[in-house]
């Protein structure tokens, strides 16, 4: 009986191993393990702080893009054209929203919030300045920021004529409706500066002064430095007092070296000045003119500032003189004159003789009573009354009351008057003094 043998399973039968080239048995691989399939329902862990700067950052752009875009429109309107239709003058002050609040009522502005916003983004909110300011048509917010910025506020001029006395000159100040504040103290005479001055509205009458004070100080100080070395002037005080008189008795610029070497040269010869705005002013002071001509018992009254009486300078200035007056007599005309006497026209006409000055004096009654008709009387002509004269006249050739001017002074009743001024002018019996006949 043959025996059959029973079939290995497929998964039981051995397997040979695989031999090399060599005979070597080759091992077979290791099979790498199984990875685990992942599970795809555990969820992702959370990252909370991850996820509020990555919000936060977002805000944060949008806030920027939300500001930029709001400082551009800002920007465009704060340097848009304004609503002012014309020129405007508005007086502004207080704090910042006030201001604003003022210009919006002006109609300078539209929008006050966005005027103070664009100040306090420029740091410029503390920096605005009161003051009387002009707004320009349709200025802009930026403008308007500007101006009241650099303080550009409106000046008023005001403008003191050369020969004015400190009285008058207070007066003037006063009468200006521009200025406030009062002036206690009437200044020295002669120390104040005649000019053009620029001010800004609600400037004192004080400051004002003090600033023509200063402004004298300084012109006396440059002139005195440049002055002749053989002046018989010794301080400059004195320089300030002849000027005055210089001032007083000229309104012709081309004049006044002339006129200041005629007093100079009568000065070195000891000759009384004999200038009639002297005579004036020792009788009413600073107050004004007289309003009419001299009497002969005026020419003859003795006060201190009288130099048909008293020998060299009066002890003060008689009038505020102003640069041009000061530099003649600091460099006055190099002649021989001692005398002049006005010619009929504004001007004056210089002798070196008394005989020739004489006959000056003569044609100048002529022309004055040809002009005017005006014939001169025994009563007027001191001469004629037995009263001893410069031979017709003194330096200036003007010792009566001769002509409708009443020879006050060269320029007096003239447009060049500088004391010409219905507020000043003494003609009103309440503000002439009384005077011995």
């Known amino acids: 009986m043959v025996e059959q043998n029973e079939p290995t399973p497929p998964d039981e039968t051995p397997t040979k191993p695989a031999r090399g080239l060599f005979g070597r048995t080759k091992s077979a691989p290791p099979t790498p393990p199984s990875e685990p ?3 795809l329902r555990r969820e992702r862990p959370r990252r909370p702080i991850v996820n509020f700067f990555s919000g936060a950052l977002t805000l944060v752009m949008v806030l920027a893009l939300a500001l930029g875009a709001a400082l551009f429109v800002g920007k465009v309107q704060f340097h848009a054209p304004g609503p002012l239709q014309a020129e405007k003058v508005v007086m502004v002050k207080g704090g910042v929203a006030d201001v604003a ?3 919006q009522r002006e109609g300078v502005i539209e929008h006050p919030m966005l005027f103070i916003t664009g100040l306090q983004v420029l740091g410029k909110s503390s920096q605005i300045k009161a003051g009387e300011y002009l707004f320009k048509e349709h200025a802009s917010l930026n403008d308007v920021a500007d101006t009241l910025v650099e303080g550009k506020a409106i000046l008023h001029t005001l403008t003191i004529p050369e020969g ?3 009285l008058q000159i207070v007066e003037r100040l006063r009468e200006n409706d521009v200025l406030v504040g009062d002036i206690l103290d009437i200044p020295r005479e002669g120390a104040l500066l005649p000019e053009t001055y620029k001010f800004s509205r609600g400037m004192t009458r004080a400051q004002l002064v003090e600033r023509m004070q200063q402004e004298q100080a300084k012109v006396l100080r440059e002139v005195w ?3 002749s070395a053989d002046l018989p002037i010794r301080s400059p005080q004195e320089l300030v007092v ?4 210089v001032e007083k008795e000229t309104g012709r610029a081309d004049e006044r070296p002339r006129v200041a070497g005629v007093f100079v040269n009568r000065l070195v010869k000891n000759m009384k000045l004999q200038s009639d705005p002297t005579i004036v002013y020792g009788l009413v002071g600073g107050k004004g003119t007289l309003g009419r001509g001299l009497l002969k018992s005026e020419i003859d009254q003795a006060t201190p500032y009288n130099t048909y ?3 060299g300078l009066p002890p003060g200035p008689i009038a505020n003189p102003g640069r041009a007056a000061l530099e003649a007599v600091a460099n006055p005309s190099r002649t021989r004159e001692l005398y002049f006497v006005a010619d009929g026209t504004g001007g004056h006409v210089f002798a070196e003789t008394l ?11 002529q022309i004055e009573g040809e002009k005017k008709d005006v014939t001169p009387t025994a009563a007027d002509d001191p001469a004629a009354n037995g009263k001893k004269t410069d031979a017709g006249g003194p330096a200036n050739g003007r010792t009566t009351p001769l002509g409708p001017r009443g020879n006050l002074d060269a320029v007096a009743g003239t447009p ?3 004391l010409l001024n219905k507020s000043f002018d003494l003609n009103s019996p309440k503000t002439v003094p009384q005077l011995k006949p």
Not at 242 to 245: G, N, P, Q, T, V
Not at 355 to 365: A, L
Request: overall charge positive; proline content about 9%.
């Open 37 to 39: 399939a992942p599970d």
């Open 416 to 418: 060049k008057d500088p």
């Open 225 to 227: 430095a440049k002055k």
């Open 242 to 245: 002849l000027a005055s008189i």
């Open 355 to 365: 005989d020739q000055h004489s006959k000056n004096v003569v044609r100048w009654r």
């Open 101 to 103: 609040d003022q210009l």
């Open 164 to 166: 004015l006395t400190s």
């Open 309 to 311: 009486v008293i020998p």
